[in-house]
């Protein structure tokens, strides 16, 4: 059986407006500190590659 991404999406989407709704926050609140922390994370993933690839002499590790 293969799991659906999109149903994954929509209970872990669910799940969060539950509990973020419960702290109060507007669902416009709630849209805003998700992207951020989306952001974040591919933030924080570009790093480690820029690293990874820093280490093997890329030139991308000397851009500043």
Avoid: H, Y
Wanted: proline fraction near 5%.
């Amino acid at each position: 059986m293969r799991n659906d991404p999109w149903s994954t999406i929509r209970t872990l989407a669910a799940l969060f407006a539950q509990l973020e709704g419960g702290r109060g926050l507007t669902p416009e609140e709630q849209w805003t500190l998700q992207v951020l922390k989306i952001s974040e994370e591919v933030d924080e993933a570009a790093q480690a590659v820029f690293g990874a690839r820093a280490t093997r002499g890329c030139p991308m590790g000397r851009v500043r």
